[in-house]
């Protein structure tokens, strides 16, 4: 069974920058679609961006200009790099991940979960 261990987060002022990672153990992902979302409360998961088996990313439109999807399979982690983040960028981030490769917004749709790390942006 494969686990998905989130690093990264904390708090930062707003303007700076983040990276969270998405290691995973128990199984290669280089097969898997591997997204991000993140959630505060009460909102729905918001969906940020996703990666496919053949690295082809995809970014949220309100979001691309600033957020980066990555993988390395080499070291079996997938990245989230954030700019310039603001305020309403605070918020608890999860990695996901899907085993057939397909990658979908829908966080209802992924079977595997980081275990949320926490983003704090203050201005």
């Known amino acids: 069974q494969v686990q998905l261990l989130q690093s990264g987060g904390g708090s930062v002022q707003a303007g700076e920058t983040l990276r969270l990672s998405c290691a995973a153990s128990g199984d290669t992902i280089s097969s898997y679609c591997i997204a991000w979302f993140r959630e505060v409360p009460g909102k729905d998961r918001e969906w940020i961006a996703d990666?496919?088996?053949?690295?082809?990313?995809r970014h949220a439109n309100s979001m691309r200009d600033r957020f980066t999807i990555s993988r390395d399979n080499a070291k079996n982690t997938a990245y989230l790099q954030m700019y310039s983040l603001k305020p309403d960028d605070t918020a608890m981030y999860y990695c996901?991940?899907?085993?057939?490769?397909?990658?979908?917004?829908?966080?209802?749709?992924?079977?595997?979960w980081g275990q949320g790390t926490q983003v704090t942006v203050f201005s």
């Open positions: 996901a991940a899907r085993g057939d490769g397909f990658c979908y917004s829908l966080a209802t749709l992924y079977n595997l």
């Open positions: 990666i496919t088996d053949t690295d082809f990313p």
